[in-house]
């Protein structure tokens, strides 16, 4: 309840700092519907010269992308630590952070909380939903919660590898280079991964496991029962703990071995 209550207070002054500025909050969330709508523009581009994506039809991409979307912007509001490096380790706030009793990793995601990317897990959820009607699939009440589940592992696997990478700092002065390639990286979870080669196939399932932000967990409601890909949905929350664990553990090991900002 202690940290409920700290979230709902960061929230309301994230709140009063936005009423101060409303044009900031809504070119925000504009700046990224436009960024995804771009990227379902190049779906649709691809699509148009050729008729499947390795046994994938163009709708059945488009729903991949939009239960993409929806851990996708749930991540990007509570764990937008992107800047990490520069603000808490080089700047010296890490130390400030440090003198609280509440864990250092929850008081770095609060300070760093950014609600109009919910915006983007809404769009998502009107895609999939669209998509939904349009390839015919039976639905459940249980799917609803199978829903919530998957979304839930995919934003731990999210959470999981960028703590890992922001916990990098602890032990390294410049690891701000590694986001562009992990950031670019996350995109191929989008797409079905029977379409690379062995080699990055490995990768995205079981090193840096992308594949279940979007193609795995979203394959579960696609009815492929028989495909690689949709057997692997139901361990979506599994990995989802494990990889955030790790992620975890990295970080707490790194706040142990942090000795201040110095001068």
Not at 63 to 72: A, D, L
Request: glycine share 8%.
């Amino acid at each position: 309840m202690r940290y409920a209550g700290l979230l709902w207070e960061y929230l309301m002054n994230y709140a009063k700092t936005k009423l101060t500025y409303r044009a900031d909050f809504w070119i925000e969330v504009f700046s990224d519907l436009l960024f995804q709508g771009l990227n379902l523009i190049f779906i649709f581009v691809v699509f148009g010269h050729t008729q499947s994506l390795g046994g994938w039809s163009e709708a059945e991409v488009v729903f991949v992308y939009g239960f993409f979307m929806i851990p996708y912007g749930l991540f990007s509001t509570f764990f937008g630590i992107w800047n990490f490096s520069d603000r808490y380790i080089v700047k010296g706030e890490m130390d400030r952070v440090l003198t609280r009793p509440a864990h250092s990793l929850f008081q770095v995601l609060l300070e760093n909380v950014d609600p109009p990317s919910l915006v983007g897990s809404i769009v998502g959820a009107v895609i999939m939903a669209s998509c939904w009607s349009q390839l015919g699939l039976p639905f459940h009440i249980s799917d609803l919660f199978m829903l919530l589940l998957l979304v839930i592992g995919a934003v731990l696997v999210y959470g999981g590898l960028y703590t890992a990478l922001s916990a990098i700092s602890f032990y390294s002065d410049a690891p701000t280079g590694i986001v562009p390639l992990l950031y670019n990286i996350q995109n191929y979870g989008r797409y079905p991964v029977n379409i690379y080669n062995k080699l990055i196939r490995f990768t995205l399932t079981w090193v840096l496991p992308f594949a279940f932000v979007g193609v795995i967990p979203a394959s579960y409601f696609l009815e492929k029962k028989n495909d690689d890909i949709s057997q692997l949905a139901l361990f979506t929350p599994v990995m989802g703990i494990i990889v955030f664990s790790l992620g975890l553990a990295l970080w707490n090991h790194g706040v142990k071995r942090y000795r201040g900002a110095g001068s």
